[in-house]
C-alpha cells in the first residue's frame, strides 16, 4: 500500500510539474517558430509590416510578450529576433511552496538571424 502511495504522490509532482512548466515550453516553441519565419520569410518586407504580423500571430496563438520576451530589430540582412521564455519552477501545493534553491525558473533562449 505504501508503494502505490509513493507512486501516486511522484505520479501527482510529475503531473504538476507538466501542467506547470508544459503551457510556458509551448508557447516558447510557437515563439521560436514564429522567429524563424520573420528571419527566413519576412526579411524582405519593411518593419511596421513584420510588426503587424508579428502581433497577429502573438495574438492568434493567444502568447502574452513582453519586451524582453520576443525582442525584434533590423539586422544587415533582414531582422534578428530573440526569445526568451522565463518559466517560474515555484509550486504551491498545500499551502507549501516548493522550490529548489537556485533552480526558481527556468530560461528558455533563442537567437534567430545575424
Known amino acids: 500500500m505504501s508503494r502505490l502511495l509513493l507512486i501516486g ?9 507538466l501542467g506547470k512548466t508544459g503551457p510556458g515550453i509551448y508557447d516558447y516553441y510557437l515563439m ?8 527566413l520569410e519576412y526579411a524582405n518586407l519593411p518593419e511596421k ?3 503587424r504580423r508579428i502581433n497577429f ?5 493567444n502568447i502574452k ?5 520576443f525582442q525584434f530589430r533590423e539586422a544587415k540582412l533582414g531582422y534578428q529576433v530573440v526569445v526568451t521564455q522565463r ?13 529548489w534553491k537556485g533552480h526558481e525558473e527556468m530560461v528558455l533562449k533563442y537567437e534567430a538571424g545575424k
Open 32 to 39: 521560436k517558430d514564429l522567429a524563424d519565419r520573420v528571419v
Open 57 to 61: 500571430e502573438l495574438d492568434r496563438s
Open 9 to 17: 504522490g511522484i505520479l501527482g509532482l510529475f503531473l504538476t510539474f
Open 87 to 99: 518559466i517560474p519552477l515555484v509550486f504551491e501545493i498545500g499551502g507549501r511552496t516548493l522550490a
Open 65 to 69: 510578450t513582453t519586451q524582453e520576451t
Open 49 to 51: 509590416e513584420v510588426m
